[in-house]
């Protein structure tokens, strides 16, 4: 029982943890191709019901100079990593990237790629930002049909009414599941360490997401065969931001005690908290939960929700704090700092701020940064 | 007979009346819009709403070296250091209210259109949450395309309609479309004046100072709507003309040598250091990308052409284009170099700037160097190393004429 549980979550690890060689795995498995697919959110669902595979491009662990060309210094870790990927040829093996536009620095990108990478197929695509309003539906609606040709062209057939459909069934299966999975967490501080449960959750980028569900599933299912470890000790954290990355960041927090009873991260949760109801034609819904997405940077929210949707997630997952894992240069997460911040405070919710970039020299200011504020919540 | 006023003291007493009446229609109890810089302005001049510009008041602020202590405030809540200095400045002005360059009375909506970047969107989220204020935003998706798709422009237009709903909301008031379309007509004949003028220095030697052009934008900003500035821009036009048809260049005391344009905003805590540098090599800046930024010219009651025209600037359009743009620039302008500001702030304009750069050179053969700067940031530009790289652009010009016999 308990091995099952093990071997699952040491085989969905690895998936997560080398995304080159799964994504090359899956392709040989399932026979199909792979299209690349940028944050924050895209139409993964046309992908899969074109025979392909979405594979995330939330960039890596890379050193070198080749993006200079293209980008200043103070460009995003994941831009720089992902366009210097691309100038290596190491995505030469996709059929296509879908790029987006959330960002000033996405739109560059989109710009740049197609000159310097042109074997790689750029699919550009702009969601709108005012995308609750009747004129706003009616424009993601005409892209998602623009995209739909531009995939179906890639994959050589067309994408049949049937095929969507049922694409967007697994999709909203693989939330409900990642729902279920993030929840039951809490309960296995020491299975699930932070590091283990970000790889998990990660993995979904480099698999079929119907091979996917299943172990997912399966895990749970084992999982909840096994009584609740004992947690109180630990402290019950939620990440809000970019990413839970560099790798090394999340074992500091298990150094510290700490265990993930809930994030926010545009990697993570973003990808899965939001389910649309089952009404209308899959496009619809598809539009839909982005309408209902609330809470993102990246998406225009006039309320500027966020900072209130993280004290109501401290409530109901009794969490002690929350660490907000700032992307540096990422400008809209930046944008949404100082008002989370005020929520927060007024909300009395302890909360540590650190900058992070995917790829660091040295974790030794955010090791002290995170053992203080384990302290502080003692 | 009344003395005629020149261009320019019209100018200023514009921008003070600019100020006053938003102040003074606040103290009066009406509504007052923060709007970003190429928004569709015409439906608040047609309500009859004041209108102020955060981007305008925070250069102002810049350009009197008041930045620094609003930025510090931001960053002391939380404002990252990386993000666009106009909006911690704004950010803090909102908070402050207070600055000797020029003071802004706080708004009661919010008007946003991120076809300049996206940045403005989380910025003006930022002012309406803080605020309490209700926020009109208009979502002009970038054009990875040569043109502005027949989508786009539908999903704009729609956008337009639905604004106009919501400003009678807001208001109470219904919206006068015949005074809509007088609107438009006076902003399209406005802006057409104003690339009108800023083509006169096309002529060589140029009758206009470009640093000139960055103190007019301030105007084709926040008065393309209005009768005032329609007159404005006629004035300067013709007085530049008359400057050229009698062979005058930029300076009394000094020969234009070298033609060049400016990519990107001023530095407006620098302003008059980077034009002094440019002046003592005989540099003219005889354009920028600004003339063509509020060239917004469509035919009237014409909402399609409208919502195109507002979509069609071009740091919401693609590399090919942008490229394009500056090539005819360099042919039309007669330039000699180009001055690339990569601005710390304007993630947009900068992460193009290297391509671009490598394509207009390809295709030109003209020189040019990049600085790096903020526009209002005082921290994030060197004297020193502009004017080494303005040096720099010398020798290269320098080179090229006697080269190439270019003259
Ligand atoms: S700035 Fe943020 S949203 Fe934009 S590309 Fe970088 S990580 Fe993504
Ligand atoms: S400077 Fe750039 S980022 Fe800032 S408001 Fe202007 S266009 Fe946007």
Redesign the pocket.
Known sequence: MMNDAINLIRELEDMGRNPKISILKTMKETGKKAVGCFPIYTPEELVYAAGMLPVGMWGGQTSGTLSDRYLQGFCCSIMKANTEQALLGQYDFLSAVIVTAYC?TLKCVIENWKIASPQLNVVPIVYPQNRKTPSGKMYMKDEFLRIKKELERIAGNVIAEQDLLESVDLYDEYRCIMQEFTDTVQDYPDLLKAKTRHLIIKAAYFMDKKIYNEKVSKLILELRKLPPENSRKRKRIILSGFISEPDGLLDIMTDNDMYVVADDLAHESRQFRTIAAKTGSPLDRMIERIALQDGCAFLFDEKKSRGRMLTAMKEKYRADGIIFCQLKFCDPEEFDYPIIKKDLEAAGVASLYIEIEQQMDSLEQLRTRIQSFGEVLA | MEHQKTSKQLLGELLDKHYADALQAKADGKPVAWSTSIAPQELLETMGIHVVYP?NHAAAIGARKHAQEFINHSEGKGYSVDI?S??RVNLAYMDIQQCEAANIPLPDLIFCCNN??N??IKWYENIARELNVPMIFFDLPFNHAYEVSDQNVRYIKAQILEAIIRLEEITGQKFDYDRFGEVMRISSETSLWWKNASLLACAKPSPLNGFELFNYMATIVCMRGTKEGLELFKLWHDELKEKSERGIGPWKDAEEKYRVMWDG?ACWPYLGDTYKVLKKYGINMVTSTYPDSWYIVYDENDLDGMARAYSSNY?NRNLDFGTDNIVNIVKDFRLDGIIYHSNR??K??DFRQFEVQRRVEEATGVPSVIFDGD?TDPRAFSLAQFETRIQALVEMMEARKKEWGVS
């Open positions: 000033d | 981007e666009c106009y909006a300049i970047c940045t403005v905003i740091v702030s304007c947009l304009m526009q």
